[in-house]
């Protein structure tokens, strides 16, 4: 009996034990450590305002039941460090670790600029400093005080009677800066009456420019005059000068005075010499032997030809090739390097040449094709010089003889059209219609593809084609237009040859009422606004009123469009491999200066990837005055978009229709996710466009094509859209139903469903392009929505945003109306709207998001609504 006792309380003895470890060991195990960030940066928001939660300042895991002893901050703590403490209690023992918190203000002041702003200009100054005071109309920032200036920052007497774009600068305490923008009307005094001197005798000898201050006498005021000079027929006279022409006539000057358009007028009696003609009757060299006017070259006349070089050198290239290079490279004499005008002081001369090079056998030839003006006469005479010069590129290849079409009858490279050379040339075409860009004639008037332009048959990677349009004739049945091309050597800039083409245009009954649109490319563009009324269709034609004028206005994102093509080939044209035309150019220039460089490449690279926004940005015009009878003919470009692969906005009720899909997910904060975006049908193309509405929660990790490598670009930019741009250079992509098109990765840092962080902009329109240059709007859809996720939803208690998204009117509704007072703001923190009632008129809002701040009856209350 005792011994069955002492075991059984042994047994309890083991059992005490291993409970008191098993509780040790859950102890340890429940025992939680907590690891804290030495620093961090905390953001106010826009109402100067921040949270500090545990996941901010926590490394790893974070337990539940973490407390921090404080998680407001406000302007109050900027750019003071706060050491916050993060605690836990484990079983009666409390953990904890420190942060020290730094509150950053990056929120820009609100910028309100006065408009339509008047100012007194006094007399007696002739500038004074503009107060910025005058100019502000309460900027402010949620913490703190503001820095106000203005630019300009002076103003001029001479501005008296403009009207002048003001900026309004505006930082705040942190450094943070914003702008707002008016105009100044600048007024002074101009009762004095505005007189000129008394009537001038002006002895002219070869020209005389005609200054302000030769006409004008008095009007007791500095304000702007402006001159003007008119012949004995009221011909303007260009740039104000007087030359010989004149003489013996009577010009007519007359001084404005713009700020109030009063006027005075003085008469100026010209009087002279007579000039000598310039005349030229010389048609061979200067070396040939001397005779009279009718023998081909004398000393009676005014100029000295140039005779025919062979230089025994190899040949430098274009720029070696000039007269200056001959005489200083090559111990040329000056007479035999250009042509010698006989100077006389009443001739104006100007001399100019153009050149062609051809590469024949072991030589190249440089056929110089020399042209002189007398520009008092508008006396032209032309030469041509032949310079011969030894080959050097071995590896150049250059094999152009064809001078004539395509349907000439076929020979040796004599004959003028060859099959055995690298060209054929296009056949003179006639038109219906007056887009004549060789797309458009392709793709409009179904001209067969070998005549709307030059067709390379051999080695076309050796050769630059470019082309450039002049206007011949025309009535009101017709327009002819010469389409002159050239072709050039990628590895010599000094071999070229150039084709004329002939295109005749028939003219509509409505012609002279057309105004045309189209890219660079020759695409028509929808929707260009030609004035406050009229729009272009989607052909690119708007048929106005006579009286209309024209005033073209296109716009849309300004980066849309933009990809690593026109990087591409931005740098190639500046290293001279491919030529860009006279439009792709203008696009291609995107810094202040008028040359293309590679500064541009630079700023073009930042500005795609969302660094940065170039001066120049979004779309211009050019005219293309090709045909007499058209009210208007214009080229868009866009500035950056090289390539011409913006997606135009395009009636979208008038254009096909095609889905992407995805099949929803739930999404746990701080999670990685992959979605694959598939096509609802079949579809063939050579570009698209993909535009998505990221949340400030999403984080985009990747997008990849599962077809490709190259070819595509994606970033999100500063709207928090993702950008997705896909454009194939003479590839058509072939994608069947239901594949996959490409594939988002992202992370959220929120829970919540798919659904809600990955649709396509409803602002923006999203595109395939196919190959026959065809768009197809492409809408999103999302299979098996989860109708209810893990996210957490808050409701604002007591207001509302109605409708929401709103097109003309939102109403704030509120429990009851007290003291209200609210403010709209854009995305770039500036107010653009308040009122003290509920219901807001919104029309004359862009479209975009709008954030709401507002008090009722003491409270501040904020919200953000959609305008479409």
């Given at each position: 009996?005792?011994?069955?006792?002492?075991?059984?309380?042994?047994?309890?003895?083991?059992?005490?034990?291993?409970?008191?470890?098993?509780?040790?060991?859950?102890?340890?195990?429940?025992?939680?450590?907590?690891?804290?960030?030495?620093?961090?940066?905390?953001?106010?928001?826009?109402?100067?305002?921040?949270?500090?939660?545990?996941?901010?300042?926590?490394?790893?895991?974070?337990?539940?039941?973490?407390?921090?002893?404080?998680?407001?901050?406000?302007?109050?703590?900027?750019?003071?460090?706060?050491?916050?403490?993060?605690?836990?209690?484990?079983?009666?023992?409390?953990?904890?670790?420190?942060?020290?918190?730094?509150?950053?203000?990056?929120?820009?002041?609100?910028?309100?600029?006065?408009?339509?702003?008047?100012?007194?200009?006094?007399?007696?100054?002739?500038?004074?400093?503009?107060?910025?005071?005058?100019?502000?109309?309460?900027?402010?920032?949620?913490?703190?005080?503001?820095?106000?200036?203005?630019?300009?920052?002076?103003?001029?007497?001479?501005?008296?009677?403009?009207?002048?774009?003001?900026?309004?600068?505006?930082?705040?305490?942190?450094?943070?800066?914003?702008?707002?923008?008016?105009?100044?009307?600048?007024?002074?005094?101009?009762?004095?009456?505005?007189?000129?001197?008394?009537?001038?005798?002006?002895?002219?000898?070869?020209?005389?420019?005609?200054?302000?201050?030769?006409?004008?006498?008095?009007?007791?005021?500095?304000?702007?005059?402006?001159?003007?000079?008119?012949?004995?027929?009221?011909?303007?006279?260009?740039?104000?000068?007087?030359?010989?022409?004149?003489?013996?006539?009577?010009?007519?000057?007359?001084?404005?005075?713009?700020?109030?358009?009063?006027?005075?007028?003085?008469?100026?009696?010209?009087?002279?010499?007579?000039?000598?003609?310039?005349?030229?009757?010389?048609?061979?060299?200067?070396?040939?032997?001397?005779?009279?006017?009718?023998?081909?070259?004398?000393?009676?006349?005014?100029?000295?030809?140039?005779?025919?070089?062979?230089?025994?050198?190899?040949?430098?290239?274009?720029?070696?090739?000039?007269?200056?290079?001959?005489?200083?490279?090559?111990?040329?004499?000056?007479?035999?390097?250009?042509?010698?005008?006989?100077?006389?002081?009443?001739?104006?001369?100007?001399?100019?040449?153009?050149?062609?090079?051809?590469?024949?056998?072991?030589?190249?030839?440089?056929?110089?094709?020399?042209?002189?003006?007398?520009?008092?006469?508008?006396?032209?005479?032309?030469?041509?010089?032949?310079?011969?010069?030894?080959?050097?590129?071995?590896?150049?290849?250059?094999?152009?003889?064809?001078?004539?079409?395509?349907?000439?009858?076929?020979?040796?490279?004599?004959?003028?059209?060859?099959?055995?050379?690298?060209?054929?040339?296009?056949?003179?075409?006639?038109?219906?219609?007056?887009?004549?860009?060789?797309?458009?004639?392709?793709?409009?008037?179904?001209?067969?593809?070998?005549?709307?332009?030059?067709?390379?048959?051999?080695?076309?990677?050796?050769?630059?084609?470019?082309?450039?349009?002049?206007?011949?004739?025309?009535?009101?049945?017709?327009?002819?237009?010469?389409?002159?091309?050239?072709?050039?050597?990628?590895?010599?800039?000094?071999?070229?040859?150039?084709?004329?083409?002939?295109?005749?245009?028939?003219?509509?009954?409505?012609?002279?009422?057309?105004?045309?649109?189209?890219?660079?490319?020759?695409?028509?563009?929808?929707?260009?606004?030609?004035?406050?009324?009229?729009?272009?269709?989607?052909?690119?034609?708007?048929?106005?009123?006579?009286?209309?004028?024209?005033?073209?206005?296109?716009?849309?994102?300004?980066?849309?469009?933009?990809?690593?093509?026109?990087?591409?080939?931005?740098?190639?044209?500046?290293?001279?491999?491919?030529?860009?035309?006279?439009?792709?150019?203008?696009?291609?220039?995107i810094t202040p200066d008028e040359n293309i460089s590679t500064l541009d490449v630079v700023v073009l690279q930042k500005y795609i990837t969302g660094?940065?926004?170039?001066?120049?940005?979004?779309?211009?015009?050019?005219?293309?005055?090709?045909?007499?009878?058209?009210?208007?003919?214009?080229?868009?470009?866009?500035?950056?978009?090289?390539?011409?692969?913006?997606?135009?906005?395009?009636?979208?009720?008038?254009?096909?229709?095609?889905?992407?899909?995805?099949?929803?997910?739930?999404?746990?904060?701080?999670?990685?996710?992959?979605?694959?975006?598939?096509?609802?049908?079949?579809?063939?193309?050579?570009?698209?466009?993909?535009?998505?509405?990221?949340?400030?929660?999403?984080?985009?990790?990747?997008?990849?094509?599962?077809?490709?490598?190259?070819?595509?670009?994606?970033?999100?930019?500063?709207?928090?859209?993702?950008?997705?741009?896909?454009?194939?250079?003479?590839?058509?992509?072939?994608?069947?139903?239901?594949?996959?098109?490409?594939?988002?990765?992202?992370?959220?840092?929120?829970?919540?469903?798919?659904?809600?962080?990955?649709?396509?902009?409803?602002?923006?329109?999203?595109?395939?392009?196919?190959?026959?240059?065809?768009?197809?709007?492409?809408?999103?859809?999302?299979?098996?929505?989860?109708?209810?996720?893990?996210?957490?939803?808050?409701?604002?208690?007591?207001?509302?945003?109605?409708?929401?998204?709103?097109?003309?009117?939102?109403?704030?509704?509120?429990?009851?109306?007290?003291?209200?007072?609210?403010?709209?703001?854009?995305?770039?923190?500036?107010?653009?709207?308040?009122?003290?009632?509920?219901?807001?008129?919104?029309?004359?809002?862009?479209?975009?998001?709008?954030?709401?701040?507002?008090?009722?009856?003491?409270?501040?209350?904020?919200?953000?609504?959609?305008?479409?």
């Open positions: 009996m005792g011994t069955k006792t002492k075991f059984k309380n042994m047994k309890k003895f083991y059992q005490s034990i291993m409970a008191m470890l098993l509780i040790s060991f859950c102890n340890i195990g429940l025992e939680a450590q907590i690891t804290c960030k030495a620093t961090l940066d905390l953001p106010l928001n826009i109402v100067g305002q921040a949270t500090l939660n545990p996941s901010d300042m926590i490394t790893g895991v974070i337990p539940s039941g973490v407390v921090l002893d404080q998680s407001s901050f406000s302007c109050a703590d900027v750019d003071i460090p706060v050491t916050v403490k993060a605690s836990i209690d484990v079983n009666g023992t409390t953990e904890f670790c420190t942060t020290v918190v730094n509150v950053i203000d990056d929120v820009p002041p609100v910028a309100v600029a006065d408009l339509n702003v008047e100012l007194v200009f006094p007399a007696g100054f002739s500038s004074i400093v503009l107060n910025p005071q005058v100019i502000d109309d309460g900027s402010y920032d949620q913490c703190g005080d503001v820095t106000l200036s203005v630019t300009p920052s002076e103003i001029f007497c001479e501005d008296i009677g403009s009207i002048i774009d003001v900026t309004l600068n505006v930082e705040d305490e942190s450094g943070n800066i914003n702008e707002a923008y008016t105009t100044l009307l600048v007024k002074g005094d101009l009762s004095s009456e505005l007189t000129c001197n008394a009537d001038i005798d002006l002895v002219v000898d070869n020209e005389f420019y005609v200054p302000v201050d030769l006409i004008f006498q008095s009007d007791g005021s500095c304000s702007k005059k402006e001159l003007e000079l008119f012949d004995d027929q009221g011909v303007v006279l260009s740039g104000n000068i007087i030359d010989q022409s004149q003489i013996g006539k009577t010009v007519t000057a007359i001084l404005t005075r713009p700020a109030d358009g009063t006027s005075c007028t003085t008469n100026i009696n010209v009087s002279g010499n007579e000039c000598e003609s310039f005349y030229i009757c010389d048609t061979k060299c200067n070396e040939t032997t001397l005779g009279d006017c009718n023998s081909g070259h004398t000393t009676e006349d005014y100029v000295e030809w140039p005779c025919d070089l062979d230089i025994s050198s190899p040949y430098p290239g274009f720029d070696g090739t000039s007269p200056e290079n001959l005489v200083a490279n090559y111990g040329i004499f000056i007479f035999n390097s250009e042509p010698t005008v006989v100077e006389v002081d009443c001739h104006s001369v100007g001399i100019t040449y153009t050149d062609q090079v051809f590469y024949i056998e072991d030589k190249v030839k440089v056929v110089r094709e020399w042209t002189i003006i007398e520009f008092r006469t508008i006396y032209v005479a032309s030469y041509t010089q032949e310079i011969l010069f030894d080959a050097v590129d071995a590896d150049l290849i250059w094999n152009i003889c064809d001078t004539n079409s395509n349907s000439s009858q076929v020979g040796d490279c004599g004959s003028g059209h060859s099959l055995d050379d690298d060209i054929e040339w296009p056949s003179d075409i006639a038109s219906i219609d007056a887009r004549i860009h060789p797309n458009q004639l392709k793709y409009i008037s179904n001209v067969s593809v070998e005549n709307t332009r030059p067709i390379f048959t051999n080695n076309e990677d050796e050769y630059n084609l470019t082309y450039e349009d002049q206007f011949i004739e025309g009535n009101e049945n017709y327009s002819i237009v010469s389409r002159k091309w050239t072709v050039s050597s990628r590895k010599s800039s000094g071999f070229s040859a150039d084709y004329f083409q002939s295109i005749s245009v028939g003219i509509p009954d409505n012609e002279e009422d057309l105004v045309m649109v189209s890219t660079t490319t020759g695409r028509p563009m929808p929707n260009v606004s030609v004035n406050d009324v009229y729009k272009t269709n989607n052909s690119g034609v708007a048929v106005v009123s006579e009286d209309t004028g024209i005033e073209l206005a296109y716009e849309d994102n300004p980066r849309q469009g933009l990809d690593v093509n026109d990087l591409v080939l931005l740098y190639d044209h500046i290293l001279a491999k491919v030529v860009l035309n006279k439009f792709q150019q203008l696009a291609a220039n660094n940065g926004t170039p001066e120049k940005t979004g779309w211009d015009f050019a005219s293309d005055p090709n045909f007499s009878n058209v009210k208007g003919n214009f080229v868009g470009y866009k500035y950056g978009d090289i390539d011409d692969s913006s997606i135009l906005d395009y009636n979208l009720d008038e254009l096909e229709k095609q889905s992407v899909v995805f099949s929803d997910i739930l999404v746990n904060a701080g999670e990685e996710y992959a979605i694959d975006i598939r096509s609802s049908e079949d579809i063939d193309f050579i570009g698209a466009q993909f535009i998505y509405k990221i949340p400030e929660t999403i984080s985009i990790l990747d997008v990849t094509f599962p077809n490709t490598e190259e070819g595509y670009l994606w970033f999100v930019d500063e709207d928090r859209n993702l950008r997705i741009v896909y454009h194939l250079d003479n590839k058509v992509e072939n994608v069947d139903q239901d594949e996959v098109l490409f594939n988002i990765k992202f992370k959220s840092s929120e829970n919540g469903v798919s659904a809600d962080f990955i649709r396509l902009d409803d602002n923006e329109v999203s595109l395939f392009v196919t190959e026959d240059r065809e768009n197809i709007v492409i809408n999103g859809e999302v299979e098996n929505e989860i109708t209810s996720g893990n996210k957490d939803v808050v409701v604002l208690e007591n207001v509302r945003i109605t409708p929401n998204p709103a097109i003309n009117l939102i109403n704030v509704k509120l429990d009851a109306a007290s003291d209200f007072q609210v403010n709209v703001f854009n995305v770039q923190g500036q107010k653009v709207k308040m009122s003290s009632e509920t219901q807001l008129d919104i029309s004359d809002l862009d479209r975009g998001f709008y954030i709401i701040k507002g008090r009722n009856n003491g409270s501040l209350f904020s919200s953000k609504f959609l305008k479409l």
